[in-house]
């Protein structure tokens, strides 16, 4: 299923910000061929112009390993399908550079930046990344989400209330993390530095896909 409906990324053109025109040669970026680890689809660019014909990429990739996601089957508590799920799925980020925008090098250190590990608040996942360069300092923004099977399995209890359940048992939240070279990256100890409402807010099931722009 996934294999058929792989994600990719296209470019296109403005005078005004407001009409676009599609490349003709769209999509410019691609899933990985093979065994790779965003072989089911890219998505979520952030790019940054950093000199007169240099482009970098960032962007969240996508694969399953099948053979892993068979551990489900002798799975025999929460905690069995927790490692599983982390183990089998690869939801992280990737950096790729070009000299016009439209054709794109991958870069070898891929992924760039990945899943937290153990009980971490960003372990199913990372991805929408958005950066900003200072000087030769880079800033990544992401999105990170974790849950807790336990606590979700309560939504089966009578008398559960639905979106308090799915607020005890989901965390989805934006990570930070800074990198002198765009490729190696130090995720903020502080993580995650901007996290969802109260149970009755806007953002109260979780906040994601940041675009930070810098300011003067």
């Avoid at 068979?70 to 799975?75: F, P, V």
């Avoid at 992401?142 to 989901?170: E, F, K, M, R, W």
């Avoid at 996290?195 to 807010?201: I, Q």
């Amino acid at each position: 299923l996934l294999s058929g409906t792989k994600g990719a990324i296209g470019y296109a053109t403005s005078t005004d910000g407001i009409a676009w025109t599609k490349n003709v040669a769209n999509p410019v970026f691609v899933a990985g061929a093979g065994d790779v680890w965003d072989k089911y689809g890219v998505d979520s660019p952030a790019v940054i112009k950093n000199s007169p014909t240099g482009y970098e990429m960032w962007y969240t990739g996508i694969s399953v390993n099948y053979t892993a996601a068979l551990g489900l089957l002798s799975a025999v508590n929460f905690a069995d399908v927790d490692n599983v799920i982390t183990s089998a799925t690869t939801i992280a980020i990737g950096h790729a550079t070009s000299t016009n925008g439209t054709t794109w090098t991958k870069d070898p250190a891929n992924p760039v930046l990945t899943k937290g590990a153990g009980a971490s608040w960003d372990k199913y996942g990372v991805g929408a990344p958005t950066v900003v360069k200072t000087g030769s300092t880079y800033q990544l923004w992401y999105t990170g989400v974790s849950l807790s099977l336990n606590t979700l399995s309560n939504i089966v209890n009578p008398g559960a209330v639905l979106q308090n359940v799915v607020i005890a048992g989901t965390n989805m939240g934006i990570g930070h993390a800074v990198s002198t070279n765009g490729a190696l990256w130090t995720k903020d100890i502080a993580n995650p530095v901007v996290t969802r409402g109260t149970s009755l807010a806007w953002n109260g099931l979780g906040v994601g896909a940041p675009s930070v722009a810098q300011v003067g």
